[in-house]
């Protein structure tokens, strides 16, 4: 049974500070990645999508990377900002395409001004 | 991508009563499903709302409780029936697009928050 697991818990910075938000699940064999945001009581906003295939992906700001392999994943976040405060949740699908999302519990960052 | 919206964004219900939440993407998509969050907690999986047939249900939710309905490729319904205070949670809709450039990428709803009284 696929697990998902975020560390830490809760995160919090100085504004422009470069920081990296932890993933690792337990079964490699996974079909892709998907990190989002969720801003309190709303839903959640998706940020990258990595295929099992890829190593990383990049998105202003933002880079997430993937090991297979060692079942990790990370999601970096460069000069941070106050409005980047939110938790961050990553999922995986597998190990096919037709896998459902399983969450992880999620990294709550506070960026402070 | 999907742009997806759900209403009502918020109800406060009392004991034994049902609640619609309806969901609306703004593509068509074949895969839609619907979510739980409950307080601090993360998302937990309810069932695929299948288009034009039963959906399909997670381990621990029955479709007696949680009856859904997908009319179409765009719009689904979720109803949480006989509701108590422990089905007060966040409900998310969530739509999976299988073509183009965001193939695989699935998004989420703004959420409907249900307070049982």
């Known amino acids: 049974k696929q697990e998902v697991t975020q560390i830490p818990a809760a995160l919090s910075v100085p504004e422009g500070e470069n920081l990296v938000l932890n993933c690792s699940f337990t079964?490699?064999?996974?079909?892709?990645l998907q990190w989002f945001r969720q801003d309190p009581g709303k839903g959640l906003t998706s940020l990258l999508l990595?295929?099992?295939?890829?190593r990383e992906q990049t998105s202003g700001r933002l880079n997430a990377s993937l090991d297979k392999s060692s079942g990790r994943s990370t999601l970096y976040i460069a000069a941070s900002q106050p409005g980047d405060s939110a938790t961050y949740l990553c999922a995986v699908r597998g190990p096919s395409n037709t896998g459902k999302l399983i969450f992880g519990q999620g990294t709550t960052l506070q960026v402070k001004p | 991508s999907a742009v997806i919206s759900q209403k009502p964004s918020r109800d406060i219900c009392q004991r034994g009563t049902s609640l619609t939440i309806q969901c609306q993407v703004d593509?068509?998509?074949?895969?839609m499903f619907w979510y739980r969050q409950q307080p601090g907690q993360s998302l937990t999986l309810i069932a695929t709302a299948n288009q034009g047939s039963e959906a399909t249900y997670e381990s621990g939710f029955v479709i007696d409780k949680f009856p859904i309905s997908r009319p179409n490729l765009t719009f689904s319904t979720l109803t949480v029936s006989n509701m108590s205070p422990e089905d007060s949670s966040i409900y998310l809709c969530?739509?999976?697009?299988?073509?183009?450039?965001?193939?695989?990428?699935?998004?989420f709803g703004p959420g409907t928050r249900l307070t049982v009284l």
């Open positions: 079964d490699s064999a996974i079909y892709n």
């Open positions: 593509s068509q998509v074949t895969m």
């Open positions: 990595i295929q099992s295939s890829q």
């Open positions: 969530s739509a999976r697009v299988t073509s183009g450039q965001s193939t695989d990428t699935q998004y």
